[in-house]
């Protein structure tokens, strides 16, 4: 009964690197022509079948060949070997606003882009005021060329045109990220409706959590080889394996009155370590080490730990927790311990910084010196670990 | 076949939609109220789209490699197919290129009668043609109208692939359609400036003799047909070597002279034929498609070719059998250029 509706069957394609796009480029370099004919390879032997309804995310570092991959499905590009199958009807959601001009008033465009993405006219008619109410323009704004429109306008628009396509297979790259929180949240809500209704979507993108959040597969392509094709847990692990970037150790500041070294980071038993699963201790120790100066007594010592966004995951420091430090006449070893690890599955960094009691004065910071992994086992989504009972009754 | 399905569906849906809006009083879906979208289209949707259906399509190759002289028809049946991106892509064609402008789609006549100024002077007076020739404006138009469709749609489609770069790189539709627009729209100018040589006779009180008027509709053709094939040509080599866009406009300049719109075809014939017996040379001249076309249209709309002292400057040749031939040749020529086209076509997105 299963069948693919989507089958890449052995692909590969490379690109030539010198464009020489007028008859002077080329004379001059005709000599030259075979040293310069650089080719890149795209894509290597790919090769896979997608099912009905499934939402595949691809992933991979730029340049990986994703997007390559995601226009050969859609066919705006052809393989150089191989090909690619697919049955229904495509949208191809690749840039919002592809097909937008600026002269036209938005319901033209929504007109205008609408059929580029494959839809009627009668249905565009049908989903227009539907179209409208999602972009929230405003009905003054509809009539009113493009080009005047604040960028956020434009880009919802032109969004809510393309979440109105009506696909078995919906190609989307990177384009979930535009428009304000809660409209992200619509286009959100949106892409889960059309797994609702069964349609199959292909997804790239470099945000790992909606991988994990949304695609029930995910294929990790590295230099156009296809590296994972699994569950998206096991390609989102692999590729944090993989590509995990290394903490930044230059980027330090502060007076130097007092400096930290010998940043660790450790596990319940104090030994070192970078890997974790939600409910173990987590331990973060460093020496701070006074300067040249005269002994500090006004000091404290904080930490952050940020996720791979740069987002502030957690973050604290001794006075704020009531610890009250002897004056630095000497080397100290600060030791945090974090029991019951209460983060979920991700890449997490660590910064640490000492400095005086009003956090006025930064005498030495180091960001993101360094790192630990989380690993849960897939049961749960989303950033908190929390220790879930169900009852049923 | 799943077009008809799905407006079938949207039917069902919009009449379902409709009254459940009755029901409740409430405009649908108010800004941020994703709920009620959601539950009105979850339902019917989610059986069209279930396994089942899929399963039923049949599964096709993306960009399948068609052989070189194959594939025309199925080309064909897909431009059919994207007929109302077509429509839409012609309509953007001609509502952007005179927008925020006052006197906006006007300034499509304003260059064929500026041109009928000039050479109406310059030529009709200065070398005084215009003495020689009656209704000199209308024979200067007549050509010039023929001549503007034709430079309309091959200018137009050498930049249609590489000006739509954006769409090309972002969305899969027949490429072809880039370029159908061009001639679409020119189709639309070529019209307009039908309806000012219709105003030139309403002024004159000369009407054409009714006799050729059907030569209009096939020189048109021939135009068209023509114009597209080398459009489709220019379109795609401009995506691999800009300079053709300069060459077309060169090219153009010259075609120009070698076509009798501003002078008549027997001082051609005169300097060939009578005064140096280059018979071939001058058949050579009139093998010029548009030359062709430009005679044929001078023939059925220049009222002064059926007077006593303009009967010399009409061609009184076979024109129907001439064109005929000429749009056969057209059209192989048009079955070649799209095949080229269709063989480029797979690279367009990479190479822009």
Not at chain 1, 258 to 271: F, H, L
Not at chain 2, 200 to 220: E, F, K, Q, S
Request: net charge neutral; aromatic share 10%; glycine share 10%.
């Amino acid at each position: 009964m299963s069948s693919p509706v989507i089958r890449v069957v052995d692909v590969n394609k490379s690109f030539s690197l010198n464009k020489q796009k007028s008859l002077k480029e080329r004379a001059v370099n005709l000599g030259r022509e075979r040293k310069h004919r650089d080719s890149f390879t795209a894509l290597r032997n790919v090769s896979f079948d997608v099912e009905a309804a499934t939402t595949l995310g691809l992933i991979g570092h730029n340049g990986s060949g994703k997007s390559t991959l995601l226009k050969m499905i859609g066919g705006i590009l052809t393989p150089d070997t191989g090909y690619v199958e697919r049955r229904g009807r495509l949208a191809a959601l690749l840039e919002v606003g592809a097909g937008f001009h600026g002269d036209l008033t938005g319901r033209e465009n929504v007109f205008l882009n609408a059929s580029i993405l494959g839809l009627t006219r009668k249905q565009t008619e049908y989903y227009f005021d539907d179209i409208v109410a999602f972009a929230d323009i405003g009905d003054r704004f509809i009539d009113t060329q493009v080009k005047f429109y604040s960028s956020g306008m434009y880009v919802r628009l032109a969004f809510a045109v393309a979440v109105h396509v009506d696909p078995e297979i919906l190609l989307v790259d990177e384009v979930l990220a535009v428009g304000d929180e809660p409209f992200q949240r619509k286009c959100m809500e949106r892409i889960k409706q059309f797994q609702r209704e069964g349609r199959t979507i292909v997804l790239v993108t470099h945000g790992l959590d909606t991988v994990r959040q949304l695609c029930d597969r995910a294929i990790l392509l590295d230099h156009g080889d296809m590296v994972v094709d699994g569950s998206s847990l096991e390609a989102v692990r692999t590729f944090r394996e993989k590509y995990t970037e290394e903490p930044v150790h230059d980027d330090d500041y502060g007076g130097r009155q007092a400096t930290i070294t010998d940043v660790t980071v450790t596990n319940g038993a104090g030994n070192p370590a970078d890997r974790f699963q939600p409910g173990d201790t987590l331990g973060v120790e460093f020496d701070v080490v006074p300067g040249e100066g005269p002994t500090i007594d006004d000091w404290a010592v904080g930490i952050a730990l940020e996720d791979h966004l740069d987002n502030v995951v957690y973050g604290t420091n001794t006075h704020l927790q009531g610890v009250t430090l002897p004056p630095l006449s000497d080397k100290r070893r600060v030791r945090f311990r974090f029991p019951d690890l209460p983060m979920l599955e991700g890449q997490y960094y660590v910064t640490v910084a000492v400095h005086d009691t009003g956090g006025g004065i930064t005498y030495h910071r180091l960001d993101r010196r360094s790192n630990f992994r989380v690993f849960s086992d897939g049961s749960e989504v989303g950033v908190l670990y929390l220790s879930t009972k169900i009852d049923v009754t | 076949m799943t077009e008809r399905l799905t407006e079938e569906r949207v039917d069902a849906e919009g009449g379902e939609a409709r009254s459940a809006g009755a029901g409740n009083g409430s405009t649908p879906g108010a800004a941020g109220d994703v709920g009620p979208v959601v539950a009105r289209r979850g339902g019917p949707l989610l059986s069209a789209h279930g396994a089942e259906a899929i399963a039923a399509m049949p599964m096709q190759r993306v960009n399948a490699p068609q052989p070189l002289f194959r594939g025309f028809g199925t080309a064909l049946r897909e431009v059919f197919a994207y007929r109302e991106l077509l429509g839409q892509l012609t309509r953007k064609e001609l509502k952007v290129k005179y927008k925020d402008s006052v006197l906006g789609f006007l300034w499509t006549l304003v260059r064929p009668l500026l041109q009928l100024l000039v050479y109406s002077v310059a030529i009709g007076i200065f070398l005084g043609s215009g003495r020689v020739i009656p209704q000199f404006g209308i024979y200067l138009f007549t050509g010039l109208v023929a001549w503007t469709l034709f430079t309309d749609i091959l200018g137009g489609c050498t930049g249609a692939v590489v000006g739509n770069a954006g769409l090309v790189k972002k969305v899969y539709f027949p490429r072809e359609l880039l370029p159908l627009s061009v001639v679409g729209a020119a189709v639309v100018n070529f019209a307009l400036q039908l309806v000012v040589l219709i105003g030139a006779y309403v002024v004159t009180g000369n009407w054409p003799h009714l006799g050729d008027l059907l030569l209009v509709p096939l020189a048109m053709l021939v135009i068209v047909v023509f114009a597209t094939a080398l459009g489709l040509i220019l379109a795609a080599s401009n995506v691999y070597l800009r300079d053709v866009q300069y060459l077309v406009e060169v090219g153009l300049l010259l075609w120009f002279w070698m076509t009798p719109i501003v002078y008549d075809w027997t001082k051609v014939r005169t300097t060939l034929v009578v005064n140096n017996g280059l018979t071939g040379l001058f058949q050579l001249y009139l093998a010029n498609p548009m030359a062709d076309v430009v005679l044929a249209f001078q023939r059925a709309l220049w009222p002064g070719g059926h007077t006593a002292k303009g009967a010399a400057f009409f061609y009184d040749g076979n024109l129907y059998g001439r064109l005929g031939i000429i749009l056969v040749v057209c059209v192989g020529l048009l079955y070649v250029a799209q095949r080229l086209f269709a063989r480029s076509a797979g690279n367009f997105a990479q190479e822009l």
